[in-house]
């Protein structure tokens, strides 16, 4: 007999949308894609929306556009659970026929009152079972006008396990467990019936998420169990920790993710960034969307919480900036120039290429390309310090130089060089002064270079202010 094939691999990411998706969110969407794409398998965006008080659209769109950006494409959804309430509740009643689910009457109250006692007497607080039917029990009187809560009949005794790709071998005791509200008085399930069910419709082989869910875990084994099926693989993902230590939250000052985009930084970047907030491909700190797939699986995983370093970002962002073909930067800088008020031209190729090194952020970038399309403000200081009576001839002479030689930057260069020596003056003297006149800073690339990209009217008017 040959072995069965492998089921095809079906991971999913399953946001709720009561907050903007930040880094840490979108990290635990990046993992599942990822193992998805180096499988072969498919990825599953499915939002989890049955919080209504705390759920919008506007947080519904921020996962979507972010993880468009990033190029985190799924291959079905995105499903969203208040559109499935249907099944769910269909699911629900099977349960309660074979005897697996059962209605409590038991008030907030009541509730409230035995935890307080359970407290008193150094017990865990948990339900008591008052409304579990058991053999030849005999339940309490059903109270009038009371609209019940569904429970699941957790099994009692042994323990709930599974090997975790992150974590390893975890076990709890079914006795820790209580019998969980899996649907509210209203009839409307609760998340981790949800999940279950939507894990089962949607054939989910590996749970990849954040480790805030394992205690979720061993109520959905059983949840599972109940409904004849066994759970997928499980990898509990360690927390992601802001650059204070604390669990990364907006409550805690995490950006959403599309600000990022609008900050200049690249796509392929920040998937490389998030790859190593818990994942290592030895000691590859630098890797492109292709490597990182041909490397991915779930064995390498970190256990430890990882913690976000904004100037690490920045310096992977500025790798794949100056990596990055000057025509692939293009319509990112002339975007960020755009919103500014200004449009670029045939020249910003070229000038990505000159200033890239430079940068890192494509809002970086922008500031540079900024000065060869609108006015420049030189600060004062700059031109007390560098534009000095005894340079200014030299100025004169450049200006008058440049006004007929061809626009090229070697024409240029051999001005540069002329001036010099009519004036018997190093390089950095004239340089230094040009640059502050024409682009605003005493600092750039190759003074003939900038010069070549600036037109030659505005490279003369500016030289003439001194």
């Known amino acids: 007999m040959t072995a069965a094939p492998p089921a095809r691999t079906r991971t999913r990411f399953a946001p709720s949308p009561t907050g903007f998706i930040h880094l840490g969110n979108i990290r635990s969407a990046l993992y599942p894609w990822a193992f998805a794409r180096s499988t072969g398998g498919d990825f599953i965006l499915r939002i989890e929306d049955t919080d209504l008080e705390r759920s919008t659209q506007a947080a519904v769109d921020v996962i979507l556009e972010g993880m468009a950006w990033l190029g985190l494409d799924h291959d079905e959804g995105p499903y969203y659970q208040m559109q499935r309430m249907d099944r769910y509740k269909a699911v629900l009643a099977d349960l309660q026929a074979a005897g697996q689910v059962y ?41 009038a006008g009371v609209q019940p809560v569904l429970r699941f009949r957790n099994p009692q005794g042994g323990v709930v396990a599974w090997d975790d790709k992150v974590k390893g071998r975890i076990e709890i005791s079914n006795d820790e467990l209580d019998d969980l509200v899996i649907a509210r008085p209203d009839g409307t399930p609760t998340y981790n019936f949800c999940v279950v069910v939507d894990d089962i419709d949607m054939a989910i082989t590996h749970v990849i998420r954040g480790d805030d869910h394992v205690n979720n875990t061993p109520r959905q084994i059983n949840i599972f169990r109940a409904l004849g099926q066994e759970p997928p693989i499980y990898a509990h993902l360690p927390t992601v920790l802001n650059e204070q230590g604390e669990k990364m939250s907006k409550r805690n000052g995490a950006k959403p993710v599309t600000q990022y985009r609008d900050e200049g930084f690249l796509p392929d970047a920040m998937v490389n960034y998030l790859a190593r907030l818990g994942w290592s491909h030895g000691d ?149 002064p040009v640059r502050v006149l024409v682009l605003g800073t005493p600092q750039t690339p190759s003074l003939d270079a900038v010069l070549a990209l600036v037109e030659r009217e505005k490279v003369i008017q500016r030289l003439r202010l001194a």
């Not at 009541?110 to 339940?139: I, N, S």
């Open 103 to 143: 209605p409590c009457y038991m008030s907030v109250a009541e509730l409230d009152a035995l935890r307080e006692r359970q407290m008193a007497a150094k017990q865990k607080p948990r339900y008591d079972g008052t409304w579990r039917p058991e053999p030849g029990k005999t339940l309490p009187p059903v109270p």
């Open 284 to 432: 590859d700190e630098i890797f492109s969307r292709e490597q990182f797939l041909e490397w991915f699986n779930l064995d390498h995983l970190g256990r430890s919480a990882a913690q976000f370093d904004e100037a690490k970002l920045r310096w992977v962002n500025a790798q794949h900036l100056k990596a990055m073909d000057d025509a692939a930067l293009v319509p990112l800088v002339a975007g960020q120039l755009a919103r500014r008020g200004v449009t670029a031209d045939a020249r910003l190729p070229a000038i990505c290429g000159l200033f890239k090194d430079r940068c890192d952020t494509t809002v970086a970038l922008a500031d540079w390309a900024q000065a060869f399309y609108a006015e420049v403000s030189p600060t004062a200081e700059d031109l007390a310090k560098h534009v000095t009576e005894a340079v200014k001839p030299a100025i004169a002479t450049l200006a008058d130089k440049l006004a007929d030689v061809e626009w090229t930057a070697a024409a240029i260069g051999a001005a540069l060089k002329d001036t010099l020596a009519a004036h018997q003056l190093k390089m950095p003297q004239l340089a230094m």
